[in-house]
């Protein structure tokens, strides 16, 4: 019996292990280069609600079936998805932020070779344009996670019907046609506008005997000067002691404003007054400005200058362009290409945005990990050695504008190229909100340090309580990237930050006045079910609930940011307060914190959204005041409402006529649609705040603001911030115009008008053609053509006067060699038109069917 029950064991062993044996047999893994994958909208505005049902289709295009199960196929999203309304036996499940799975179920029966699957969901919200639509799909076989693919093969197909009211050629046609040439004697001389000039007759000829005559603190910017003249004409200018004829004369004028000058151009001298260096400066951009266009083209042996006078100051002390470089990373050269920019129209600050969820881009001694964990991008589902693959960057690290940092050197040397261009560089310290990749950053390290068993050193930098169980989302679905406010690490590396900061900045004798800590976007939920937290509250006799924990945070940072001598800076939020009206919760200026010297930049002028009034309230509170209104400033936005044209739009759609309409002061005049393009009236606004006197006192400036979820590179860049920058250099440097100052609303429109049609001949004539030959040319947007069908023949009429349009009839894409539009075509059949840049760079064509 015994040895009966030795051989049934040893049999019974052997089936086992063979049964095993089979079992873990690897299966080939799946070659995803073998799928097609599309994805399509098929129902819009789906039951009559903001949400659409849409559908992937793979295609397995190879000899090997797509296996039931071990794969996920990764992607990133901006809509939130119904996990109950998913077809074909798959889940898509949300990892965090703009990251989704989607995965086999248990019962999915694979895919064989040749065939297709369709992929049904319904997300929410209603689809408007491409940057809806899922990006970033990448592959991961889950027995080699380690190494997933980029789908290459991956298409979106435009929606056939249109539900959201899509901005028509007609409509464009429309909108341009009180767009008309205008002579370039009719135009200012100089942009942008001057408070005064007045032309004569007459040319300063500026040759290769014409002398340079400066004050000696002056060199540098003489240096720049001469630099650039060198570059036109080949040869570079003698400088002189002692001014004569055909002579450029720099002077001190003591009774001038810092960046005032005067500007006198004579047939035989030109003389520029300044009480600084600055004013000298920004008179050399304006002596420049008045160069022809050709001469940035090519090398010329003279350039001649029209005489005239002009006396001339900004309107606004604080002239800025906020970049995003922490969502997807620029390199410095093209960081420098944007600087050139600004300093070439006279902006004088960059908010550099280099610290966000997504990204850490600015290396800092001492702590690594914020540029070898936070400074990368691939696939990830714990961010311990790199953060997940965010707005498309993809499973491998390095590859894309995901990945990448300024190391400590050149962020010096740019901080240097900023100051010799008189731009002063805001560094954005984002927290405690938008720091997931500071939270990660700082895991890292107290991982590292415990594994050495060095507590006090893991624990040093630490920016989370690990026993924190509060539930929350932010508006980018992120569910973990609040600092802990009641960890006395946090403020120990945010001083360790902020030292390194002003080191970089004194070795680059760069001015440093203010650091901007963020403050944005902290969502309800958090801290509340944090012992760190829970324990500072009843402690600490000055916070009475959660929510003061946001003013003990800011407290603390304005506390030692004064003894470093800087002021804080941030969003709006940092200057608002939680409170109780008729038994809601609501938001207030914080009158604890009004007499501060807090500087705030207000985005939240939403209109619709019920605070329009925010960025007024706060001044007239006492707070200095960023004009950064979402309505009219954010770059980022896409410029129309059309599928093809790339970018956001929640805050609205904003082409370059927004920011140049907007009136500072009083921009519910210029209000005329929400953001989702519905006309509102002028009744809308009864009851709203306005600006007090002392109101605007405290408005400092405005800023144009350029958040990188969809711009990936350099041409993006340039696409999304040019031409729209030009409307901010308008509003933030010239007087405030006419039409702004006028109470007969009817005659307002008409000056308006007449204004905007010499802006769109003024950068259309001369600063975009410039722009597009400076420093190799940056891509600026080229509009589409506006266009209409009447009585059988095809009009066209265009947004920037000295453009050209080109077409053809057979449907083929227009070149800068097809037929040019002088007169409405009359030729039947699908017209295609091109608007061409006159350097013969062309945009975006349109079809119309005659």
């Given at each position: ?104 179920k ?61 901005l ?12 008309h ?17 007045q ?28 630099e ?116 070439t ?63 400590r ?85 945010l ?35 944090s ?26 940072i ?26 809601q ?7 604890r ?31 200095k005041v ?38 500072p ?7 005329t ?6 006309p ?6 009864i ?124 449907g ?34 349109i079809?119309i069917?005659?």
């Amino acid at each position: 019996m015994k040895q009966i029950s030795m051989t049934w064991l040893l049999f019974s062993l052997l089936f086992t292990m063979c049964i095993e044996g089979k079992a873990q047999k690897k299966v080939p893994l799946f070659n995803s280069e073998q799928l097609e994958i599309s994805w399509k909208v098929t129902d819009n505005a789906f039951e009559g609600k903001r949400q659409y049902v849409s559908v992937f289709t793979l295609k397995n295009t190879g000899k090997q079936a797509l296996p039931k199960s071990g794969w996920s196929l990764y992607f990133n999203y901006i809509r939130d998805i119904d996990p109950n309304a998913i077809s074909s036996n798959v889940s898509i499940e949300h990892v965090n932020g703009d990251i989704f799975r989607l995965s086999p179920k248990a019962n999915f029966a694979g895919l064989e070779a040749g065939k297709t699957l369709d992929i049904s969901f319904i997300s929410s919200e209603i689809f408007v344009n491409i940057a809806d639509a899922p990006f970033g799909l990448y592959w991961v076989n889950e027995q080699k996670p380690e190494e997933g693919k980029t789908i290459q093969k991956y298409k979106v197909i435009a929606p056939t019907e249109d539900k959201v009211g899509y901005l028509t050629s007609a409509q464009l046609y429309e909108k341009n046609a009180l767009i008309h040439p205008l002579n370039a004697s009719d135009l200012p001389p100089i942009f942008p506008t001057p408070q005064f000039y007045q032309k004569s007759n007459g040319n300063f000829e500026v040759n290769a005997t014409t002398s340079m005559v400066a004050p000696s603190e002056w060199q540098h910017e003489i240096n720049y000067f001469l630099e650039d003249l060198q570059k036109i004409l080949g040869k570079k200018l003698p400088e002189t002691s002692q001014a004569s004829t055909n002579a450029i004369v720099f002077r001190k004028q003591a009774d001038l404003a810092e960046e005032a000058y005067h500007l006198i151009v004579a047939p035989t001298q030109i003389t520029i007054s300044a009480s600084s260096k600055k004013g000298a400066f920004y008179a050399i951009q304006s002596l420049k400005n008045l160069f022809p266009v050709a001469v940035w083209k090519n090398s010329v042996e003279k350039i001649q200058i029209p005489c005239l006078k002009v006396e001339d100051a900004p309107r606004f002390g604080f002239r800025s362009l906020m970049l995003d470089v922490a969502r997807n990373f620029q390199k410095p050269a093209e960081l420098k290409r944007v600087l050139d920019l600004m300093s070439t129209y006279k902006l004088n600050v960059l908010h550099l945005h280099f610290i966000d969820d997504e990204g850490w881009r600015l290396e800092i001694n001492g702590l690594p990990e914020l540029t070898t964990v936070g400074a990368n991008r691939g696939h990830s589902l714990d961010s311990k050695n790199f953060l997940p693959a965010s707005f498309g960057a993809g499973p491998n690290v390095g590859q894309s504008s995901g990945s990448g940092f300024y190391s400590r050197a050149e962020f010096i040397d740019i901080l240097k190229y900023a100051t010799e261009r008189h731009i002063q560089i805001i560094p954005e310290v984002e927290s405690p909100g938008h720091a997931r990749a500071s939270i990660k950053a700082m895991d890292a390290r107290y991982e590292k340090y415990k594994a050495q068993g060095n507590m006090q050193e893991a624990e040093k930098y630490w920016l989370r309580d690990p026993d924190d169980k509060s539930q929350y989302r932010t508006a980018q679905l992120w569910t973990d990237n609040v600092i802990c406010v009641a960890r006395p690490s946090v403020y120990t590396f945010l001083e360790k930050v902020t030292d390194e900061i002003i080191a970089m900045y004194k070795d680059a004798g760069a001015p440093l006045t203010t650091i901007h800590f963020g403050g944005d976007e902290v969502p309800a939920g958090v801290w509340e079910q944090s012992p760190l937290c829970q324990a500072l509250v009843k402690a600490d006799p000055t916070v009475d609930n959660i929510d003061d924990l946001w003013y003990y945070y800011f407290g603390k940072i304005n506390t030692f940011l004064k003894k470093k001598e800087l002021f804080l800076s941030g969003w709006e939020e940092i200057a608002m307060r939680k409170t109780q009206l008729m038994g809601q919760k609501t938001m207030i200026p914080n009158p604890r914190l009004a007499n501060e010297g807090f500087q705030v930049n207000v985005w939240n002028n939403m209109i619709g959204w019920g605070n329009e009034d925010l960025p007024y309230r706060l001044a007239n509170a006492g707070y200095k005041v960023v004009l950064s209104c979402v309505s009219n400033m954010y770059f980022d936005l896409s410029y129309q409402k059309t599928y093809e044209e790339p970018g956001y739009y929640w805050g609205g759609f904003v082409d370059v006529d927004k920011p140049f309409y907007f009136i500072p002061f009083d921009y519910f005049k210029n209000s005329t649609e929400d953001r989702r393009g519905n006309p509102i009236e002028q009744s809308y606004f009864i009851g709203k705040d306005r600006l007090t006197d002392f109101g605007k006192s405290n408005i400092i400036g405005i800023q144009g603001l350029l958040w990188s979820e969809n711009v990936k590179s350099p041409e993006r860049l340039e696409y999304m911030l040019l031409p729209k920058m030009l409307g901010l250099v308008e509003r933030a440097w010239a007087p405030d115009p006419q039409w702004a100052q006028t109470a007969d609303t009817q005659l307002s429109k008409k000056q308006y008008q007449e204004a905007w049609n010499v802006f769109v001949n003024t950068i259309s004539q001369r600063e975009l053609p410039k722009i597009e030959a400076l420093s190799g040319g940056y891509q600026f947007r080229i509009p589409t053509a506006g266009a209409k069908v009447e009585n059988g023949k095809v009009y066209a009429n265009i947004q920037m006067p000295s453009f050209e349009i080109r077409y053809t009839v057979d449907g083929t894409e227009p070149t800068a060699q097809s037929k040019l539009y002088t007169e409405p075509i009359s030729e039947k059949g699908t017209i295609k038109l091109k608007v061409f840049t006159p350097n013969g760079r062309g945009g975006r064509s349109i079809e119309i069917k005659n």
